[in-house]
C-alpha cells in the first residue's frame, strides 16, 4: 500500500511538510500549489530534497475551473495550463489534478467539457503529463464522480483519467457502488477523508471539518475496499482540509496521519478477506477486558491517601524499587507515585488496561508507530509495556490474570491486610483532553486497543460547553470518556481547568458514603435546587430525596436502570467518583455533570 499526503493537510513552510512527511513514514506527497507558490525553494530544489527524504511527488493540485466554458475562456484554460504543465516538469510530477468547474462554467454539456478534457490531455500529453478529473460536491454543473467518469469516459483520452475522492463523494451521499463501473486504468488518483456528519453548506464543511480515516462517521472503509475490488494500485493519498491539524505541530500531525492510513488499510484487509497481499492487518487483539490500575502523580500525594483511606481503600505497601505506593480496594488498584514529581500537584498521570494479549498489542503499536513510554523496570519485576497518549497520559498493557491478583502486586511491600469493601473495581476514567488533541486521542484508543466509540454529548458548564466522547469496549470492561473544554479553558493541558477523574464501581453507594462520612470525609456539596429538579423530574418521595440530599448523592434513571453517584472534592487536577449501576443502566449521570462542574468551579 503506497501512502500520500498532500501539503495543505500540515502546519509549516514546504520544506517542513516534506520533512515531516517523510519522518512519520510516508511514500509520497501531493503539492498544494499555495505551498509551493509560498516557498522560498526553486522547484528543482523542491524535487531534490523530495529525493533526499526518498518521497516521491505524486500530484500537483489544484487546477480549477477547466471544462464547461466557452471558447474565448477556453483559450485562457490552455495558456494557463501550459504554464502549469512546464512547471510540473520542472517538478518532475506527471499527474495534475483538475477539479470540475465551480466559477466560470456556462454550458451544460457533458460532450463539451469530454472535448475541452481531449484538447487538454494533447497538451498535457505532450509534456509527459496526465489529467486526474475530480467532481468537486460544489460543482456548478458537474457534482458527482459518476457523471465525472462519463465525461472522462467520452473523451476517451489516455492522459485523461479520474480521480475519487471520498469526502466529495460521500459528503454527498452518492452510491460508491457505481466505482466498480471505472477500468482500473482510468483510476488516476485517490485521496481520502473522513468528516462527522453536519448540518451546514458542504464548501465549508469541506474546507474546515475533514479529519483522518477513522474519526469521523463516513463508511470509509468500504469506500476504500470498492476502490481495491476495483483494481487500483496507485497512492492512497490524505487530503483532509482541518483547521485544527494546520496549527498543531507538522510532524505529529504527519504521524497522526499515516497511522489513520495504517488502521485503514488494517480495516479493509479484514473487510476484504481476498484483498492484495499489499493490504497488511495489523496484529490480532481484542478490546481490553478492565483497567488493571490508575497512577496519580505528584510530589506529595498525602492527601490523596487521605482521601482513599476515607474511602475504604487499604494500603498495600510501597514498591521495592520505586518510590509509589498502592492502594487497593476489591479490584480497584491506585498507585500514587512521588518519584519524579517535583512541583506537581495531584493529577492522573497513567492508566493500566488488562489485554487478552499483551505480545499482540504490542506488535500493534509498533505498526501504528505510537509512541511508546517507557519505565526502569528490573530483572525480577513484571515488564510493563506502555504507550504516550496523544494528552501526555501514559497507557499500559499487561497480560489479563487468569484469577486473582496481577503478578505485580506482589512486588509491593510491608502492606496492611486488605479490607472489605463496598468499591469491586473500576467504573470509567474520564480524560480531559487539550482542544487540539481530540481526534488524534480517538485513533489511538480506537486503533491501538480495539475501543469504539459509544456516544457523543454536550455537557453545559459555567463557562461553555463541554463535549464529552465516550470510548468503550464491548460489555463495558472499559469506560473512557474524553472530555474537551470550551476554548476559553483549554490550553496545551486541559489541566486545572478541567480536572480529570476516576469513577470506582460500588455495590452500595450509599453505605460507602455514610462509612466514608464516619471517617470524616467530605464530599463535594451538591446545591438544593439539584434535589429539588431529582424530585420533579423522577417524581421521588420525600423520603428518598431527603437521603440523597444528605448523602450529597447523584441520580439518574432512564429505562435500563438507575445510577447513583457522588464525588470528592478536587486535589490538584483530578477528582473521585463513586458509583453504583442498577440494572442496564449504562450512562453517566449527564444530568449531574452541569451541577458538579458548577459546584468545583465554585471550589
Request: net charge negative; proline share 5%; aromatic share 8%.
Amino acid at each position: 500500500m503506497r501512502t500520500s499526503m498532500a501539503t495543505v493537510c500540515i502546519s509549516g513552510t514546504l520544506a517542513d511538510k516534506l520533512h515531516a512527511c517523510a519522518h512519520a513514514g510516508f511514500d509520497g506527497v501531493e503539492i498544494f500549489e499555495p505551498d509551493l507558490l509560498a516557498a522560498p525553494e526553486s522547484p528543482e530544489e523542491i524535487a531534490a530534497l523530495a529525493a533526499r527524504l526518498h518521497l516521491t511527488l505524486d500530484l500537483y493540485q489544484p487546477m480549477r475551473d477547466v471544462e464547461g466554458v466557452d471558447e474565448v475562456a477556453f483559450s485562457a484554460v490552455l495558456r494557463r495550463a501550459e504554464a502549469k504543465f512546464r512547471l510540473m516538469n520542472r517538478l518532475g510530477i506527471d499527474l495534475v489534478l483538475c477539479c470540475s468547474n465551480v466559477a466560470t462554467a456556462t454550458i451544460d454539456d457533458d460532450e463539451v467539457s469530454a472535448g475541452q478534457l481531449r484538447r487538454l490531455g494533447d497538451l498535457a500529453q505532450r509534456h509527459g503529463i496526465r489529467i486526474a478529473f475530480e467532481a468537486l460536491a460544489w460543482g456548478r454543473f458537474v457534482d458527482d464522480y459518476r457523471r465525472a467518469w462519463h465525461i472522462v469516459e467520452l473523451a476517451a483520452h489516455p492522459a485523461v483519467g479520474v480521480c475519487l475522492d471520498s469526502f466529495h463523494i460521500l459528503s454527498r451521499g452518492h452510491d460508491p457502488a457505481d466505482i466498480s463501473r471505472i477500468p482500473a486504468e482510468k483510476i488516476f488518483f485517490v485521496q481520502l477523508a473522513d468528516a462527522p456528519r453536519l448540518s451546514m453548506d458542504v464548501l465549508s464543511w469541506s474546507r474546515h471539518h475533514r479529519l483522518f480515516p477513522g474519526e469521523g462517521d463516513f463508511d470509509l472503509v468500504d469506500f476504500t475496499a470498492r476502490i481495491v475490488d476495483a483494481g487500483y494500485s496507485g497512492p492512497w493519498s490524505l487530503e483532509v482540509f482541518n483547521d485544527t491539524f494546520r496549527q498543531t505541530d507538522a510532524l505529529r500531525t504527519a504521524r497522526h496521519a499515516r497511522r489513520s492510513l495504517r488502521w485503514l488499510e488494517d480495516a479493509v484487509a479484514r473487510a476484504r478477506p481476498t484483498a492484495p497481499a499489499a493490504l497488511r492487518m495489523l496484529p490480532d487483539s481484542a478490546a481490553p477486558s478492565g483497567v488493571d490500575f490508575v497512577e496519580i502523580k505528584a510530589e506529595d500525594t498525602s492527601a490523596v491517601e487521605e482521601l482513599l483511606r476515607q474511602l475504604g481503600f487499604t494500603s498495600r505497601g510501597r514498591h521495592r524499587t520505586k518510590p509509589v505506593i498502592l492502594w487497593t480496594a476489591g479490584n480497584a488498584r491506585v498507585v500514587l507515585n512521588e518519584q519524579h514529581a517535583r512541583g506537581w500537584e495531584p493529577r492522573l498521570a497513567a492508566i493500566g488496561l488488562e489485554v487478552d494479549d499483551a505480545e499482540a498489542v504490542d506488535l500493534r503499536m509498533d505498526e501504528l508507530r505510537v509512541p511508546r513510554a517507557w519505565r526502569r523496570t528490573y530483572a525480577s519485576e513484571e515488564r510493563l509495556d506502555g504507550a504516550v497518549a496523544p494528552d501526555g497520559t501514559e497507557v499500559y498493557w499487561a497480560q489479563a490474570a487468569d484469577e486473582g491478583e496481577p503478578a505485580w502486586v506482589a512486588e509491593f511491600e510491608h502492606g496492611e491486610p486488605e479490607r472489605p469493601s463496598e468499591v469491586i473495581g473500576v467504573d470509567h476514567v474520564s480524560l480531559s483532553q487539550p482542544w487540539q488533541a481530540i481526534e488524534e486521542a480517538t485513533l489511538f484508543y480506537t486503533a491501538g486497543f480495539a475501543l469504539r466509540v459509544d456516544s457523543s454529548t454536550e455537557v453545559p458548564g459555567p463557562q461553555g460547553l463541554v463535549a464529552s466522547r465516550v470510548l468503550g469496549a464491548p460489555g463495558g470492561g472499559v469506560r473512557l470518556p474524553l472530555n474537551v473544554a470550551p476554548p476559553i479553558l483549554a490550553g496545551e493541558r486541559a489541566g486545572a481547568a478541567l480536572p480529570q477523574h476516576v469513577a470506582f464501581a460500588c455495590t452500595d453507594v450509599r453505605a460507602l458514603a455514610r462509612a466514608a462520612r464516619a471517617r470524616g470525609f467530605v464530599p463535594l456539596a451538591m446545591p438544593r435546587n439539584y434535589y429539588d429538579d431529582l424530585a420533579a423530574r423522577f417524581e421521588m418521595t420525600d423520603a428518598a430525596v431527603d437521603e440523597l440530599r444528605e448523602l450529597h448523592l447523584g441520580y439518574d434513571r432512564d429505562a435500563a436502570g438507575e445510577y447513583l453517584h457522588f464525588y470528592t472534592r478536587t486535589i490538584g487536577e483530578v477528582f473521585l467518583e463513586f458509583v453504583q449501576r442498577v440494572d442496564g443502566y449504562a450512562g453517566y449521570g449527564a444530568g449531574t455533570a452541569p451541577v458538579r462542574l458548577s459546584a468545583q468551579g465554585r471550589r
